[in-house]
């Protein structure tokens, strides 16, 4: 059974900094391209960020390019995203993903999704 389970989210200031990690089971990470996805208040689910099986590629929205850093660890199977100079846009739930393949392209879909972590980011 694929199991992800996140965590490091909490409540922080406009500026400060966090790091969210995904703890992934049940099947071969390191052949899987991950995201981490997020879900604001009364919005859509938006995409993140997003790595390749090996690490080697990263992808990043517009909104958190130079804010925010995707990391794996195959050998802890592990997804990290450290966030910094967070701002309030950026208050929602964050899930990890797992692609069905291990390359990422844009839209990719994936097969399952962690229950999540929140982050909420208030003066």
């Known amino acids: 059974e694929v199991q992800l389970v996140e965590s490091g989210g909490g409540l922080v200031q406009p500026g400060d900094s966090l790091r969210l990690s995904c703890t992934a089971s049940g099947f071969t990470f390191s052949g899987s391209a991950m995201s981490w996805v997020r879900q604001a208040p009364g919005k859509d689910l938006e995409w993140v960020s997003a790595?390749?099986?090996?690490?080697?590629?990263?992808y990043y929205r517009d909104s958190v390019k130079g804010r925010f850093t995707i990391s794996r660890d195959n050998v802890k199977n592990t997804l990290y995203l450290q966030m910094n100079s967070l701002k309030a846009d950026d208050t929602a739930i964050y899930f990890c993903?797992?692609?069905?393949?291990?390359?990422?392209?844009?839209?990719?879909?994936?097969?399952?999704r962690g229950q999540g972590t929140q982050v909420t980011v208030s003066a």
């Open positions: 790595i390749t099986r090996g690490g080697g590629s990263t």
């Open positions: 993903a797992k692609h069905y393949g291990g390359d990422y392209y844009a839209g990719a879909s994936y097969s399952h």
